[in-house]
């Protein structure tokens, strides 16, 4: 047999039935000077995920932490986080978790938040501990001080919260993690504004170039992570609100185009309000391999990358030619294709292209080619709250490219960007077909 293949935590040759047989039986433990609230004993190696029908496996409701009376202390705290980091995240059958959205009961409620209520502080504690060691000094900054503070929060919200039994319980801690989810929304645009805070402070007692492998690295694991987290807390909440063509937050039958229509729709306005202009976008769906261009995906993931593709396009094309083709901008086109694995969305500019030379710092989070004084009015901006990408900059922070392609990649996708200085740049973004494609793939 054939060793797992794995990319970016997406594992390809287990069946459903191989994944959840490797769930550990649950273990507990009892100390007379602990407090203990009933759940399941958290994996010490990556596991599968709970199906969410009546037939759901079902865990031990039982586990106990060793978290002495006084557990409000700091060091008690950071005790925990450690504990919880030095655990193994759970991997997850994506074809199931969708096809069992579709048939979920009461029971497959609760085991679903029982699930949940082990597996989040897990992920939240790995991400507590490494905002603690940035390089740079960047964990000092306050926009990363306030982003550690929420993953706290929500870590302690977490385990204090006994996993659900009954039906009253499973509401309750939904309610929880919709305050999360609330909690935590602001994360992407306060991380950058951090990241941007020591940028400037390295690069002003520099020769004014900067680059760091390791901070890219981090904020890829950092920001998969958090798509992760988010995507697991929405299903769940979704589920409770089941909508006709969904299976919690995956649109069953999601037609790409219209979805696109939405986002030319929100780039145009936020090019127009900031550069006064924008340029016409051409939509060109060309026939299908399949057959059928709709696909199974999560719609607010695409508009989030196709909004930040199409507003990147659109600075480009106003800012080359603004000056003399002012009321004849030259069309960006969007071409959509459906193949037999992926769907490929290509966002094709005539804005001007990007130097050879810059092609590997599109992918980093200090690159940013907007203005000094735009950068330092975000720096200035104490409101900043980021609620959806759609109330982001036009340009300024620097993590659209790289964050969209973690988009992509988190459930097997890809982005690529392929340039010509002089001309124009093409973005092709490639959506894996979740639910047509390969039926055992996993997701962390």
Not at 48 to 69: E, I, K, M, T, W
Not at 135 to 155: A, C, H, K, M, N
Not at 166 to 180: H, W
Request: proline share 6%; charged share 20%.
């Amino acid at each position: 047999m054939s060793s797992p293949a794995s990319v970016n935590g997406v594992t390809t040759n287990l069946t459903p039935t191989q994944a959840v047989s490797q769930v550990p039986a649950a273990s507990s433990a009892s100390s007379s000077s602990s407090v203990s609230f009933p759940t399941s004993q958290a994996s010490t190696s990556t596991t599968s995920g709970p199906h969410l029908g009546s037939n759901a496996l079902d865990f031990n409701p039982r586990r106990s932490y060793d978290v002495p009376a006084y557990a409000g202390q700091g060091s008690v705290i950071t005790a925990q986080l450690r504990q919880f980091a030095s655990r193994d995240i759970t991997s997850l059958d994506l074809r199931a978790l969708i096809e069992d959205g579709l048939h979920v009961d009461e029971a497959g409620l609760i085991r679903n938040a029982q699930f949940l209520c082990r597996e989040l502080p897990i992920r939240l504690a790995k991400r507590v501990v490494e905002l603690e060691n940035l390089p740079y000094g960047l964990s000092s900054t306050p926009p990363v001080r306030e982003v550690r503070q929420w993953y706290i929060d929500s870590f302690m919200d977490l385990i204090s919260f006994p996993p659900p039994i009954n039906k009253e319980q499973e509401l309750e801690f939904t309610q929880l993690l919709e305050r999360i989810l609330r909690r935590h929304s602001s994360v992407v645009p306060k991380l950058a504004k951090g990241v941007l805070m020591i940028k400037n402070n390295l690069v002003s007692s520099t020769d004014g170039s900067f680059d760091c492998p390791f901070l890219t690295s981090f904020l890829d694991r950092f920001y998969l992570s958090r798509i992760g987290i988010r995507f697991l807390i929405s299903q769940h909440i979704a589920l409770h609100n089941p909508r006709e063509g969904f299976s919690g937050v995956v649109a069953l039958r999601m037609d790409p185009v219209e979805t696109a229509e939405l986002a030319i729709d929100s780039a145009k306005r936020l090019c127009e309000r900031s550069l006064g202009l924008a340029p016409d976008v051409n939509i060109i769906v060309e026939p299908s391999l399949t057959g059928d261009n709709s696909i199974a995906y999560i719609p607010s993931h695409l508009h989030h990358m196709l909004f930040e593709l199409l507003k990147n396009s659109m600075r480009a094309v106003v800012e080359t030619h603004g000056a003399t083709r002012k009321y004849d901008l030259p069309e960006i086109d969007i071409i959509f294709v459906s193949g037999k694995d992926d769907f490929s969305i290509k966002v094709s500019d005539q804005g001007g292209g990007i130097p050879r030379r810059h092609m590997d710092r599109i992918w980093t989070y200090l690159h940013t080619t907007a203005a000094p004084d735009v950068q330092r009015r975000l720096l200035d901006d104490e409101d900043l709250t980021g609620n959806g990408l759609t109330e982001a900059p036009l340009a300024g922070f620097g993590y659209g490219l790289p964050l969209s392609r973690l988009f992509a990649r988190y459930f097997g996708g890809d982005l690529n960007v392929i340039s010509m200085h002089g001309y124009g740049t093409d973005a092709i973004l490639y959506l894996r077909k979740l639910v047509n494609s390969n039926p055992t793939a996993k997701m962390m």
